[in-house]
């Protein structure tokens, strides 16, 4: 595992159900990430919040997975997003971490953004599904919109072993600003990397980020579309607790 790497945040605008547009973004932006790296994804970056068409939302979200299960072996990369995923009849928004041509996790979105009309369509998923993935990049604790603001999921993950979070969201324009507090307040009182994707245009908020375990931002983006990068040391976070213990 290295402790030294360098960490992508993807942003772009998702339109529903505009797939292969969606995709071509994504993989125009991707090419422009370094081999060797950590890469994270807005949330269901590859067919918006697509209600209108979910049986095809689901089968063009497999293709994705699959496609990135080859581009993250070729290319050497942790690739982090949140996808449309049926299981047993359910309907989730799955987050996925693929390393290295495999499936290190996925769980379900434990809290949904219901104002938004999630809950009438995915079901949610519990505390008990939360989990952590040991990838070259370190330990990688993955975070879904909605559920950085609840600080139960986020002490668990780290006591599950997670050295950086990522957080993949489509956090709206309107609330802007809580994104852009939340991503830095997490990562100083969990003393923890935090690499934010967002998406962004007219209804979504952009402000990726890339935040240190002092809360300092490394790299951020404002609402262009486009990659932000950081270079991470995972040394930091002991030094941090050594200079600043909290427990």
Request: hydrophobic content about 40%; overall charge positive; aromatic content about 12%.
């Amino acid at each position: 595992m290295r402790k030294t790497f360098k960490a992508y945040s993807i942003q772009f605008e998702s339109f529903p159900c505009g797939f292969k547009k969606n995709y071509s973004k994504f993989l125009t932006l991707l090419n422009l990430c370094e081999r060797d790296s950590l890469v994270v994804a807005p949330e269901v970056f590859p067919t918006g919040f697509c209600y209108k068409n979910i049986d095809e939302a689901v089968r063009f979200s497999e293709k994705v997975c699959n496609d990135l299960m080859g581009f993250s072996e070729g290319l050497n990369l942790t690739v982090v997003f949140s996808v449309f995923e049926r299981i047993n009849g359910k309907l989730f928004n799955s987050i996925k971490v693929l390393s290295n041509g495999r499936e290190l996790l996925s769980r379900p979105k434990v809290k949904l953004f219901k104002p938004g009309g999630e809950g009438e369509y995915f079901t949610e998923g519990r505390l008990e599904d939360l989990k952590v993935a040991k990838t070259p990049f370190g330990v990688v604790a993955p975070v879904v919109c909605f559920e950085l603001r609840f600080f139960e999921i986020l002490k668990r993950l780290k006591e599950l072993g997670g050295e950086v979070f990522t957080v993949s969201a489509q956090w709206g324009r309107a609330r802007k600003f809580h994104w852009e507090i939340l991503i830095r307040s997490r990562a100083l009182e969990l003393q923890r990397f935090f690499v934010g994707a967002n998406g962004t245009g007219k209804e979504m908020g952009g402000s990726s980020a890339i935040v240190d375990p002092w809360g300092r931002v490394i790299s951020e983006a404002g609402d262009s579309e486009g990659i932000i990068s950081g270079s991470i040391d995972l040394k930091v976070i002991n030094q941090v607790e050594k200079k600043l213990p909290l427990n």
